[in-house]
């Protein structure tokens, strides 16, 4: 008996044998690669964290490095209260480990739209991000010299995409010893050069203007700098400004965090 | 004895026969997929800034292009005609999960440079065109073969625009697992002093239009069978 491939019933048949089919091949595939994944994205965010240190780590050595030379992970909340603190290994399948927070998804789920809502009102966006239980990661280092470094994960805006890198403070809270950024889709040769080494060791040495109305600037291409800002990327405006943004609006968070741990040091 | 060979070859037509052959090559130039059929356009607009994402995105399409075409043309005898398409989006669509997915766990270097990209090739017109117009009508093998072909006429126009863009745009080369390779002596750089500065305008998106329109026009001269009437 021929079957009429043309029926309604043939065709509806055929989708649902279809979907089925395609569903568990993905779900198998997506299942079975999860771990690599998982560990490669730890390795990459590890390897960020030293760099941010100037550590230079690659996928091979990362786990090993990264228990070397940070020794301690906080979670802070937004108005700069330690939540949680830990210096065992790295577990990234634990939940509550700071390690584990997802700042991307963080700022993506809540803080983005915040932000452009607020529109550079201050008191507005803290109002906003109040309720949202938000949690920041913070990862103190030790160098090989013994010098205590503070490494905070960014995340903002460029033009077309995410944009995000990590920022590492020195022992006074306030100088930056290193920076480093990376992008999703920005444009090659412009705003794709905030991950260039050009553009990031501009902030090696800057200071974080604490009295100042912006803690920090990056400024539109070409402008002169002072200790306080650094060169933008020509062509890359936007992209520069999305790196402006989250940085001040990041570290204000984190400076609350800092200015307790010195009232408690006194 | 060599009756039986021929005997043999006739039965089971020979990979090489000159219709197969055509399968291959015609692609390459005759109905090159970018330049003469003017499909898959924008995903050569889009990642042809470097050589490296141009030669990962051409393996990745030649995978999806090769699976795609054989599923299809397995399945073309019982695919409904009125779901055709949602059928061929499907096959491919989790080809390109399943690239994306292999990518992120065995070279997440390279998934990182591609982000997006390896995405699009789902809505990559080529695909899609060689299974409509080919694979549901033809048997499995000169399916694949009309799969590499043309994944391989894409493949080249990508390669060509990308060493032009990276070279003017960049003043570099980069291959998979070298990284970027600059040719040019720092010195010669305007911003180091010299005389020399990169163009801007190539690694933006135009540029890679009218370097294909350039190949285009290289194209046509030289084959003037190619040229419509008016």
Redesign the interface.
Known sequence: MAID??STG??FI??IA??VV?GT??AF??LS?KD??DA??A??KMMDILGAIGVSAD?TNANALFAEYVVERVAIDLDGRQVSATSTAVDPKDKADPFSINVKKDYHASIKSAVKAADGDEAALAAALADKDLQFPLFRCVTDTGQNLYVIPVVGSGLWGPIWGYVALEEDMTTIFGANFDH??E????GAEIKESFFTDKFKGKKLDIEGSALFSVLKGGAPTDENSVDGIT?GTITSKGVDEMINRTLKVYLRYFESQTRAQR | MSTETAAATAKKESLFSKKNRKLLVDPLDDSNPITVQVLGICSALAIT??LQQAVIMSLSVLFVMIGGNVIVSLLR???????RI??QL??VA?LV??VD??L???Q?DIS?KL??FVGLIITNCIIMGRLEAFALGNKPGPSFLDAIGNAMGYAWILLAVSIVREVF??GAISLPGMGQVKFLPTEWFMSEGGFYE?N?LM??PPMALITVGIIIWIQRSRNQALIEEN
């Open positions: 491939k043309n043939y065709t055929f989708s279809m979907v395609v091949a993905l595939t997506a690669l690599r994944q490669n994205a390795d990459k996928r999703k889709t444009t090659p040769g412009l062509g | 800034v470097q005898n019982m695919i409904p005609d009125r779901i949602i059928v499907v096959v989790s999960i399943i997915q292999v992120k766990a065995f997440p990182e982000s997006v745009g960049s990169n801007n690694i933006l």
